[in-house]
């Protein structure tokens, strides 16, 4: 007979905070704002030695399977639980699509307004419907994400508005996460974990979590932290901020990344790469793993299996070692992209010998 009553030790999962509250700054008082986050799948990939002679141990860290399609959802539980600890009545974020479309889901869900900046023009369609339909107040800036965070910087020092990029330290905080699920899912910290870089944050939080995760005894090794920018919009491979970036991959579309210290630290400390990837290299790295491995993924995650592809073909990776990749959010956000690949179908008389004819060769 169900009870109605829910064990808090039973195998539900309610999200991050509850997952590893023991190493997040929470406490009893902190109301927890989740959408169950988190415990994303794990997958190695099956197909990629054959199709195109990738002969290591990878996984991809599917991301895009958080509640509103990417890993902000990890940072957004903490951030927004924080500000209604902290009594915020709004959130304001400036973004590329994902955090706006976290931030709007995240403050529906406390109850409170987001304000929300995004590039006019170039952010995916997918992620203004999100912020839209979860009622954010969207407005697009005549200018770049860079634009837009300066922006925002100048209003939270002005109002009392709670601003929730990931310069706000609990967003960070909350993605940490993402290692503690690869070191829990693969039983161990892996060799090495690629993922895209675009205002830096990601790359920065999950060096952190494998070091607080080492620290708590629960690991006993650090991963080799590999970055990968568009090579349109990569300041951290130049050494100097880029004024006018452009890649096709627009959730990474960043001149200037607040967290470029913290990509350069995780770089230096693990002894890993920060990259450049070309548009052409995404976009196949976006084809391949949709097609080959079955996880739709948006053309910014694909950056980290290119530059994974890129490193591959120079021998840097040791025999036997797991590479993690990173797939940072959906592909269902930006089907705009998906009809740039891919042909049109063909259109077919709606009868059986015409579609007999159309599958000739295919079976
Ligand atoms: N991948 C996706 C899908 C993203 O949306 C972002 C960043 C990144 C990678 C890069 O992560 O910024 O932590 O280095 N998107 C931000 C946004 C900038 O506004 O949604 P990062």
Redesign the pocket.
Same mark, same amino acid.
């Given at each position: 007979m169900p009870t109605g009553k829910m064990s808090s030790t039973g195998a539900v999962w309610k999200g991050i905070i509850d997952k590893y509250r023991d190493l997040l700054p929470v406490t009893e008082k902190t109301p927890v704002i989740t959408l169950n986050e988190g415990n994303t799948p794990f997958i190695r990939s099956r197909n990629l030695k054959k199709k195109i002679g990738l002969d290591i141990e990878l996984y991809f860290k599917f991301d895009?399977a958080n509640p509103t399609g990417?890993?902000?959802d990890r940072g957004m539980t903490l951030a927004l639980s924080k500000a209604m600890e902290e009594g915020a009545k709004a959130v304001i974020?400036? =973004? @590329? *699509?994902? @955090?706006?479309? =976290?931030a709007a889901a995240y403050a529906a869900r406390a109850g409170i307004r987001a304000i929300v900046l995004i590039p006019e023009g170039k952010i995916a369609l997918g992620?203004l419907a999100q912020a839209l339909v979860h009622g954010a107040h969207v407005l697009q800036v005549e200018g770049n994400?860079d634009e837009a965070l300066s922006i925002v910087k100048a209003l939270v020092r002005k109002y009392s508005i709670t601003l929730v990029?990931?310069i706000n330290p609990y967003r960070l905080e909350g993605?940490k996460s993402a290692a503690f699920e690869i070191c829990d899912q693969l039983g161990c910290a892996p060799g090495y974990h690629a993922?895209?870089? *675009?205002?830096?944050?990601?790359?920065?939080?999950c060096w952190k979590g494998y070091k607080t995760y080492r620290d708590n005894k629960r690991t006993s090794s650090l991963p080799v932290m590999l970055?990968f920018q568009a090579a349109g919009a990569a300041p951290i491979v130049l050494g100097r901020p880029v004024e006018k970036p452009e890649t096709v991959?627009t959730?990474?579309r960043?001149g200037n990344?607040? =967290?470029w210290k913290g990509?350069v630290a995780a770089r230096d400390e693990s002894g890993g790469r920060i990259d450049a990837v070309t548009d052409d290299e995404i976009l196949n790295a976006y084809k391949l793993i949709a097609s080959a491995e079955g996880i739709f993924?948006?053309p910014?995650?694909a950056?980290s299996l290119a530059g994974v592809i890129k490193l591959y073909k120079e021998n840097y990776f040791r025999p036997g070692t797991a590479v993690v990749c @990173?797939l @940072? *959010?959906n592909g269902l956000?930006d089907p705009d992209t998906v009809f740039k690949v891919s042909e049109e179908p063909l259109k077919v008389k709606a009868d059986v010998s015409a579609v007999e004819k159309a599958i000739e060769g295919v079976i």
């Open positions: 895009g990417s890993f902000k974020c400036a =973004s @590329t *699509g994902n @955090t706006s479309a =976290s992620k994400f990029n990931s993605q993922l895209p870089v *675009g205002n830096a944050g990601n790359i920065t939080a970055g991959a959730a990474i960043i990344p607040a =967290s990509a993924c948006e910014a995650s950056a @990173t @940072t *959010g956000k």
